[in-house]
Every structure is written in structure tokens, then in C-alpha cells.
């Protein structure tokens, strides 16, 4: 809660004086969330056993 006291009326004062920065920072923030989505998913896939695993583990 402290943290968007403290940051919301900075954010504001920036806006006002450089838009730009807030731009940009929007535009990192987007690249690093859709990046690590990216990494759990692919993550998530190699680490869900395939079906072949799956049916090699139940004949032995």
C-alpha cells in the first residue's frame, strides 16, 4: 500500500514532465511479462509427460 502511495503521485509528476519514460517503461514491462509467460509454458510443456513415456512406463 505504501508503494503506490509513494509511487502514484511520482508517476503523475513524471507523466507530466517526460511521457516518454512512462512509455517506455510500459513497453519493457509488456516485453519481460509476455517473455517469462513464454518461458513457463514452454517449461510446462517439456515437463508434462508424453504420451509415449506414459505408455512405455505402464508395459514394463
Given at each position: 500500500m505504501l508503494?503506490?502511495?509513494v509511487l502514484l503521485p511520482f508517476l503523475l509528476v513524471?507523466?507530466?514532465s517526460?511521457?516518454?519514460t512512462i512509455?517506455?517503461?510500459v513497453v519493457v514491462v509488456?516485453?519481460?511479462t509476455i517473455a517469462q509467460?513464454?518461458?513457463v509454458r514452454r517449461q510446462r510443456r517439456n515437463d508434462a509427460?508424453?504420451?509415449e513415456t506414459s505408455?512405455?512406463?505402464h508395459s514394463d
Open positions: 508503494d503506490t502511495a513524471k507523466a507530466q517526460d511521457p516518454l512509455v517506455i517503461t509488456a516485453v519481460i509467460w513464454l518461458v509427460p508424453s504420451q505408455a512405455q512406463h
